[in-house]
């Protein structure tokens, strides 16, 4: 344990280093899902690759047919285990820019309400300053000892926030490279900013853009509004149609694959104390919006949705313009549960849409992406590890949670290389990922890597099988 | 007679000239409803009034606290009624750039389907292209004569694509200079490339944008999926029971004040031999959308509409992004006809969105405009003066028509002016205006100049009151 406490004190030391590292990292605009972005994803890539090798990792970079992949790999003692630590060097787009109260691109460190130091820009906290944590432990370690107390390879993508099309395919090309006792993943949110925690479960999540069209061109609202179908209108008709009034969706076999959270766990999950008026509250909101009868926690952890992510078609610009449309698009997503199918979900929402258009009008489809929902097993060896050096970083025992959001590496894990993936992040509810001044706590970037030192070190102590 | 035929000469041996001039109109990119073109509308209407001085009018732009007015006169002989022309320099957007052929602000004549010349570009029918056929018609008559038939007032306005805010108060402002014995509207259709048209009644159009308020911020998908109020999901449901089954608008009062039409105004329609598949089957259509049991001449004449013109929401670019987002908003229009009440119709719009409201969203209103549906009475004899100078030009008889579009003016001269309006055009359905490829045909714009010329010298030898 003096070698870990000497990289608990490393750590603290170089704080200001780290960050200055982070926001390095944070500079670079990696916005996968825009194609004009690509040079920047690359960059992103190599600085990660560049710092790895430079930490004493053997690092590269992979190209894929989309963004590239970050490798890198370091042995640990004779007989330690190895784990797989996975990110994403990706972020989302920045809009609605003008919300941005700084450039999403310019990393600062403001004071929150509370008064305690947050990292605020675009990735700050999904996923470059989470990955970073993991990073940063490692180059603690191998500044006091010389050494890891486990072997580590890592594992960056640049794909996650857009669909991770290149993923698959790389873990099934490298399965050798790749092939570890377990996973570890940085993704993550703590229960709240005294407890950790680990996820055991997460939804899927199945993309899909839709375009329905009607006439050949633009019409005058005058001439032709009255008689000619507009797509809006049969767009509208179909996105209000997914739920029916008790908030569940009606789309015909949907509920396939669902199961009901066992009964042991819901009582857990009820003594973490969750509010329901503050987690709605903290964005101004307080009606649960989702299936009448769930908790706010069955409603984003155990139960499947359909939202409507984005819609466009007519004229939005400034003023107005009497314009029926020959187009109307919008993209949904599903979050997925238990043993739903993707891609049987996926032909459903198909045939819902093509059942409620006019004999005259047409619908495109568009996939974007498509994972299945992961369970873990609650009584994983690796979870207790994980919790057990959680539980002496931080004030409370680390909470065993749900999940609603979807990282679809775990599945891909479970399924290409056998292994079992720990979530476990140090992000907060109120971090803003995917929204305007998204940032992350100072104390998640301190603590995270302090809490990673110990969890390796733990690790690296063995794990029962 | 003699002065009139020398008057036609003038205007067939002039076309090319007459043809540069509206080039020169149509190169100004005049769109109103986008501030950034505010200069470029200044720059149509001192165009016009340097035209309209050179052929010897008394012309001068007008300041408003929205884009200016040109208003012009030239006296007629002693005794000789007075008219008021009225007509619009702005125009439409162009989005989608991408569907031109050509640049919208680079006229190009072609040759269309049917081997007849076409002048191609944004305002080519709407309405720059129709509003200098009244201008080469005085044009050619000042040349040939010294005078004009009658007196004659312009009034180009050029707010008339985004709701005319400056005109009522302009037309009550004004009373004394626009005081005339009719006016003369050129902003309409021919009933078919061989039959002239005389609008007798003309839908009213109410505007309005409406924003859907949520959480105070945009949301994860995968956080808050599921618990929080998603604005799509509320603004597609409320947009998607705007209508019932049959097609009827389903917003409480809707129907008041809509009567229906007389029968023998309805045989008279019955005998247009208007074709509905060509009709839709023209912009790739061949359902009449609207209310069920009614002729598409009804829907789109004699009917009221409630049409989405456009919605934007949550993320559109390219790619995805699984955001909940703080808003969503929608442009809606209602075209009137009969006695409905704009600004009724637009609080009952108001109150069917409120109503259907989560408790915790909100819901903004921008009125965008609102004018009454006008119907003229069928024996008025400016109607006949003006049918006896069409049926001269044209091969078949002048038909009397309703009217699908709002010209917000025609209900305004009745109510500040107390003038009849004359509703004369020769623009055709497949003109495209308000879409990609805007054209007018080159006969319009040639015939056109020599009805006006007919119609200003029959009305010069006196109208019956």
Same mark, same amino acid.
């Given at each position: ?115 305690? !130091?947050? *990292? ?171 299936? !009448? ?80 929902? *992961? ?7 690796? *979870? ?16 065993? *949670? ?11 894990? !479970? ?51």
């Amino acid at each position: 344990m003096a070698s870990l406490d000497s990289v608990l004190t490393c750590i603290d030391l170089n704080l200001d280093q780290s960050l200055g590292r982070l926001f390095e990292l944070l500079r670079i605009p990696s916005i996968s899902t825009d194609p004009k972005y690509r040079s920047e994803c690359r960059r992103a890539a190599d600085y990660l690759a560049g710092d790895l090798a430079a930490i004493g990792f053997e690092a590269s970079v992979r190209d894929t047919n989309g963004h590239p992949m970050v490798l890198a790999r370091h042995e640990g003692p004779e007989g330690a285990p190895h784990v797989l630590f996975y990110g994403h060097y990706d972020v989302q787009p920045v809009d609605p820019i003008e919300l941005w109260n700084s450039d999403p691109f310019e990393p600062v460190v403001t004071e929150g309400p509370d008064g305690a !130091k947050r *990292i605020v820009a675009r990735g700050a906290a999904d996923d470059k300053g989470q990955l970073m944590t993991f990073v940063e432990a490692c180059r603690a370690y191998k500044a006091e000892t010389g050494g890891l107390p486990c072997g580590v390879t890592i594992l960056f993508e640049g794909e996650e926030e857009s669909g991770s099309p290149s993923l698959l395919p790389f873990l099934e090309g490298h399965k050798d490279e790749l092939k570890a006792d377990a996973a570890l993943v940085c993704d993550t949110n703590m229960w709240d900013r005294e407890t950790p925690a680990i996820s055991t479960g997460l939804r899927g999540l199945v993309g899909e853009e839709v375009v329905i069209k009607a006439a050949s061109r633009d019409l005058h609202s005058g001439y032709y509004g009255g008689a000619a179908a507009n797509p809006l209108h049969v767009l509208s008709r179909i996105l209000g149609a997914l739920h029916d009034e008790t908030g569940r969706v009606t789309i015909p076999d949907f509920y396939e694959g669902v199961d009901e959270v066992p009964a042991d766990v819901k009582a857990q999950w009820d003594e973490l104390n969750f509010s329901e008026e503050d987690f709605l509250g903290d964005v101004g909101l307080w009606l649960a919006a989702g299936e !009448k009868g769930r908790s706010v926690l069955e409603q984003t952890w155990s139960r499947p949705t359909a939202e409507v992510n984005g819609i466009i078609g007519g004229y939005t610009g400034a003023g107005f313009k009497t314009v029926i449309p020959a187009e109307a698009r919008a993209k949904v997503s599903f979050r997925l549960v238990f043993q739903q199918d993707p891609e049987k979900l996926r032909e459903n929402f198909r045939r819902f849409v093509r059942e409620r258009l006019p004999a005259d009008c047409s619908a495109e489809f568009h996939p974007h992406g498509g994972s299945p929902a *992961i369970q873990l097993p609650f009584d994983s060896p690796w *979870i207790a590890a994980a919790s057990e050096a959680l539980s002496e970083e931080w004030p409370n025992k680390a909470a065993m *949670i749900g999940m609603g959001g979807s990282i679809p590496i775990a599945g891909e894990f !479970k399924n290409q290389l056998g292994m079992e993936t720990l979530l476990v992040g140090f992000g907060n509810g109120d971090d803003a990922i995917h929204s305007p001044n998204e940032k992350y706590e100072m104390t998640s970037f301190h603590k995270g890597q302090r809490s990673w030192a110990r969890i390796i070190e733990r690790i690296g102590r063995g794990v029962a099988a």
